[in-house]
């Protein structure tokens, strides 16, 4: 748990970094181009990360959960993935080519979409070769990379904003320059801890890791559609402004899905090397769900009970019609923060077949909720169907795990019920006290509700340690793995 938790600590403070990044210059983007240009560009990024899961097709997950297990066959594992990826992103290619035309995409749209694959082939790249840094439970490098990827992006962007008449071409331009820095990077340091023939694409015993992977496959493939349907189906209901609107509120909560995301990045090599042993993954697994009701708390009841004020801080009055997507919204975190372990321990315990019927049923009531409640409540109810998916999604997660750990209500309870009460209580005090404070449009009115936040914090930690759900033995623990745990590398391995 050492080593995990120091991992967790790495990518989180560097995805923290990034996210901010990204925050502020997606914020900078949908102030300057408007809520009809923002729809466009984030449906055009929207459909090549949905088509980027056809250059994977699972084999990363295989990749880091086999690479986690025997660490001395990283290289072969590596030069099987490369090649089945070589194979998998020439039909991304010809599929992001066409699929704009195919869903009746305008002419921008569409060119926007194609101008934007050589991200898609960048991005799998580096995941690749972040994968097999991370089966070796080395995470610093990820950690480095993604932030500076994301500030280059930025940086050019930004630039480009300042300069006005910007157009959404460059802006796609300035996502692949960062998304080229990291596959570079990764590389490299792929290469050099493991030898720059790992790069070498391998046939031999495609077959297997390919039927491994296609769960993990499919489980992605169920994973973008259920993501992205709610953007898609905005489209072709109401249009593109709408879903610049939306784009906001989603863009402003799944940033959030770093703090899981990193976690995991360390807890599924964990719970690969751990299974077998039910009382350990049982014990990682409750740690995991306390770690993550600590974060997510704070995040969902905060933007809660100040949504309004930051729309109107980071976008604009433009944007006042997102306000209460994001309020719904924003609860969406919470089944998905607890779901992410779940998901880990049965990838990791080899039931991923089990977590892609999950995903698909999921999937299917998502496009179910998206057709009936956009059609009755807008914008509102994409919301609305994200919530109810992701909670069906969450309960049929911890059911299905009951077969590998024994954990009961009262152990979930435990782990995670004061957070969410300390959020809870939180949330309404910061309610009530806003009530009374000046909150205006103009200078230092603007700003006063900030004041609000470290208020919050304290309410938040007052009761979080009145319920016990954080005492000293955990800041204590916390410590003690920093002191005792280093960093190892990958070992240089010729297979």
């Known amino acids: ?37 923002t729809g466009s560009y984030f449906l055009a990024l929207a459909l090549v990360t949905t088509v980027g899961v ?54 921008d749209t569409s060119f926007l979409v194609r101008l934007a694959i050589p991200i898609m082939i960048a991005d799998s790249l580096s995941l690749t070769m972040y994968g097999a840094l991370r089966g070796a ?8 990379g993604i932030f500076i990827g994301q500030s280059l992006t930025t940086i050019v962007g930004v630039v480009a904003l300042l300069k006005g008449n910007v157009s959404l071409s460059f802006l796609v331009i300035a996502l692949l320059i960062g998304s080229a820095w990291n596959a570079a990077f990764s590389a490299y340091h792929v290469g050099r801890r493991i030898g720059f023939r790992s790069f070498i694409p391998r046939f031999d015993g495609a077959r297997d890791m390919l039927f491994a992977a296609f769960p993990f496959f499919l489980a992605a493939v169920f994973v973008k559609i259920y993501s ?31 703090l899981p995301l990193a976690f995991i990045g360390a807890l599924y090599p964990k719970m690969a090397s751990l299974v077998g042993k039910p009382d350990d993954l049982k014990k990682v697994f409750l740690e995991s769900q306390w770690y993550l009701a600590f974060l997510v708390s704070p995040i969902v009841f905060g933007i809660f009970a100040l949504a309004p004020e930051i729309i109107r801080l980071a976008y604009g009055s433009d944007y006042g019609d997102s306000v209460l997507p994001l309020s719904v919204l924003i609860f969406v975190l919470i089944p998905i923060f607890f779901d992410f372990p779940i998901g880990s321990l049965l990838n990791a315990t080899g039931r991923q077949k089990t977590k892609t019927a999950i995903m698909g049923v999921t999937m299917v009531v998502n496009f179910i909720a998206n057709m009936t409640f956009i059609r009755s409540y807008g914008i509102v109810g994409a919301s609305i ?24 209500v009262r152990d979930w309870i435990r782990a995670t019920g004061g957070f969410l009460l300390a959020g809870a209580v939180m949330s309404t005090s910061i309610l009530l006290l806003k009530q009374f404070i000046p909150i205006g449009d103009d200078g230092a009115s603007r700003y006063i509700w900030l004041a609000l936040i470290p208020f919050g914090a304290c309410i938040f930690g007052i009761v979080s340690v009145a319920t016990k759900a954080l005492t000293l033995e955990h800041f204590r623990k916390v410590r003690s793995y920093f002191r005792k745990q280093t960093y190892g590398a990958i070992p240089v391995v010729n297979e």
């Open 228 to 258: 992205f349907v709610d953007s898609f189906t905005l489209q072709m209901v109401i249009g593109a402004s709408a879903v610049g609107l939306y784009s906001v509120a989603y863009k402003l909560t799944y940033a959030f899905q770093f």
């Open 54 to 107: 056809f250059t994977d097709v699972g084999v990363n997950s295989v990749l880091i959960r086999d690479s986690a297990r025997s660490q001395e066959h990283t290289k072969g594992f590596l030069q099987r993935a490369l090649g089945i990826k070589l194979i998998a992103a020439l039909l991304a290619i010809v599929l992001a080519t066409f699929l704009p035309t195919i869903l009746g995409y305008d002419a």
């Open 385 to 408: 169907a994200a919530c109810i998916s992701f909670v069906v999604m969450f309960g049929l997660g911890a059911v299905a795990i009951k077969k590998e750990i024994a954990i009961t």
């Open 1 to 37: 748990m050492a080593s995990l938790v120091k991992n967790t600590f790495l990518l989180t403070g560097a995805s923290i970094l990034q996210k901010a990044v990204a925050f502020i210059y997606f914020a900078a983007i949908a102030r300057t181009i408007g809520t009809s240009d």
């Open 137 to 144: 439970q080395e995470l610093r490098y990820e950690s480095l």
